[in-house]
């Protein structure tokens, strides 16, 4: 697996892998976090991914040479409560669900983590889908992130999650 930074270029393939999410979570009845649309046919979320592309925080995992994951890392999203201390934000992670398994989502937290540790920030933050059965924050638990405060955008429940890391300040 490489990551590699993305480009204008992978917006496509970055739609895809939300279109194929979109898919398998419709298939189990999980329409709560994205819906049940392609985000290739919703043109606010074409606009957001071409957005993150050119945001220079965008980062597309490759396995055999196909994109397989994208994380989108930056500031705090306009609808969370700001940090008091400098951070990186997780904007954005979603996995190709043909690389399912493959530890695609765990390779991409690492690299952000990586990156925070790298720009000397202590505070990794992630916001994620708080509703159904919680299991993706869960998942976001069993990656080292810990809760911290719960919030809502219209009827679109959200749990903030953070990370504490060694801060190389000096």
């Known amino acids: 697996m490489i990551i590699r930074d993305g480009h204008l270029g992978?917006?496509?393939?970055?739609?895809a892998m939300f279109d194929s999410a979109v898919a398998w979570l419709t298939a189990q009845g999980r329409t709560g976090q994205w819906g049940s649309e392609p985000f290739s046919t919703d043109a606010a979320r074409v606009e957001s991914v071409t957005s993150w592309a050119t945001s220079g925080g965008m980062r597309v995992a490759e396995l055999d040479g196909r994109p397989a994951g994208c994380l989108v890392v930056g500031s705090a999203m306009p609808y969370v409560t700001p940090a008091s201390e400098p951070e990186l934000y997780v904007q954005g992670l979603v996995i190709d669900q043909r690389f399912h398994g493959r530890g695609v989502g765990s390779?991409?937290?690492e690299r952000a983590r990586a990156e925070a540790v790298e720009r000397k920030v202590a505070l990794l933050r992630v916001d994620c889908y708080g509703g159904d059965d919680g299991r993706l924050v869960a998942y976001y638990e069993s990656q080292g992130f810990t809760r911290t405060e719960s919030f809502r955008v219209g009827d679109w429940p959200g749990q903030i999650l953070e990370m504490r890391l060694p801060s190389a300040r000096g």
């Open 10 to 15: 992978d917006v496509p393939a970055v739609l």
């Open 107 to 109: 390779a991409l937290l």
